[in-house]
């Protein structure tokens, strides 16, 4: 049985619901309740304030507090709240913390706003919010997925073919012939389009909104959710771009100092958010009070970091693509990236226009998140000089992970993506010479100095100052 039809069934859907509400709100323990209490701080009541990303970044979910005027939320530790009355909420509407708590509602009405979406559940970890999803799969169902996904996006549609027979059809979604593989592989019970953009760690584009538009031709009810942990939502907002739910590793850029694991869904599809709230109380696989205050503390300085990680990553993207022991920089803002067209025109508009009104000429680079992969001039088979660049690197952690303040770097062939088998690894482009860096907010010139250092300890024989030369000759060509 999936998991969500296993949720108890005092919950009711929700219906149209106040956009009025504030951050005070009832939070009730049923979905309509608990709904209500975020839609009342949702995108679309903000736009009727007309506030743009960076004031709700910093506002939306920490407004004062009426009881004792405090800037910022307390931490609301209580695991249960009196009851003047018996029933299912007490008269805050709050009652049992898995159900709802503050803290929460908060960081959820906060990432709602964001995306522009109506309904924001959190979770205990983006896998919580993935299993989640692939839960809303019946019994015997099928997905469709992006084939570069995340490794533990992969574990667990793996998982669920064991427990709930539930098969998926790994997919190229790259633009060039995409919409007859997507064609052929929807079936009539594809349940689910699962997408992740950019990919991982090749950092290849899916085209969204033309993935929603066939898949949604062939089988209108199938839902169409896109993992955007890369891009966070200052750079990339999948439901206008006509996905039905959009996901985030909070881990990564939306909290943004690596101390935290916590998972998000956004979404403005009613039958959706009732599902999510039923797995989210249901299942329990909640965050924390303190992870939410965290997470809700990390997203105030969300837009201004994204804008600081892409155009660190861009200079960063230049530098190595002119160093002579690099081969191939792959950043999907590099003109050379094969979907640099369609990244034009998929990036958040806000996001494009702040960099053209900051003088950026985008024909010559986009400024696009922090993670950029690159490949040693070495042989995809020797394992050696990504391993001897990695030792040797100083000022970069050498650390799985992403989306921190601190630069990491790792070796998918031998650490994300260790998994799978040589050959499938080779044909998918991740030998050991591709390198994917998590580029993070330190002075970009003591980045490209301790690549540089221990670049040519790796590969090189040749001197820094050649390096440097034939960079500018390259530059120069
Ligand atoms: C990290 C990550 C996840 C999983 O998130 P956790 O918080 O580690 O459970 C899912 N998707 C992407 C793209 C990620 O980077």
Known sequence: MAPS????????????????AGADAPHGNSAAAAIRATNGLNGEASKQHGLHFDTLAIHKGSEPDPSTGAIIPNIALATAYQQKTVGMSGDKGFDYSRFSNPNRNAFEANLAALEGAKYGFAFASGTAVTSAFMGMVPYGGHVVS??????????????????????????????????????????????????????NPTLRLVNIAVVCQIAKRINPDVFVVVDSTFPSPWYQNPLALGADAVMHSCTKYINGHSDVLMGVAVTSHPEIARRLKLVQSGLGAVPSPFDCWLVLRGLKTLPIRMREHGRISLRLARYLDAHPLISEVIYPGLPSHPSFELLKSQIAPKALQAQIDD????????????????????????????????????????????????????????????????????????????????????????????????????????STVEAEQEAKRRKLA
């Open 146 to 199: 992006v084939n570069d996904v995340y490794g533990g996006t992969f574990k667990l549609q793996g998982m669920f073919k064991e427990t709930h027979n539930v098969e998926t059809t790994l997919l190229d979604l790259d633009t060039e012939g995409m919409e007859a593989r997507l064609e052929a592989a929807m079936q009539p019970n594809t349940k689910l389009v699962w997408i992740e953009t950019p990919t």
């Open 5 to 20: 039809a296993t949720a108890s069934s005092n919950h009711t859907a929700p219906t149209a619901l106040p956009l009025a």
């Open 359 to 462: 003088g950026v000429d985008i024909e010559q680079g986009i400024q696009y998140s922090g993670m950029l992969s690159f490949r040693l001039a070495c042989d995809p088979r020797d394992r050696e000089p990504g391993s001897k660049l990695l030792t040797e690197l100083k000022v970069i952690t050498l650390a799985v992970s992403l989306g921190g303040v601190e630069s990491l770097i790792e070796q998918p062939s031998t650490m994300t993506h260790f998994m799978i088998p040589e050959e499938e690894r080779l044909k998918l482009g991740l030998g050991h010479d591709l390198i994917r860096m998590s580029v993070g907010l330190e002075d970009p010139r003591d980045l490209e100095q301790d690549l540089d250092q221990a670049l040519q300890k790796a590969l090189g024989s040749r």
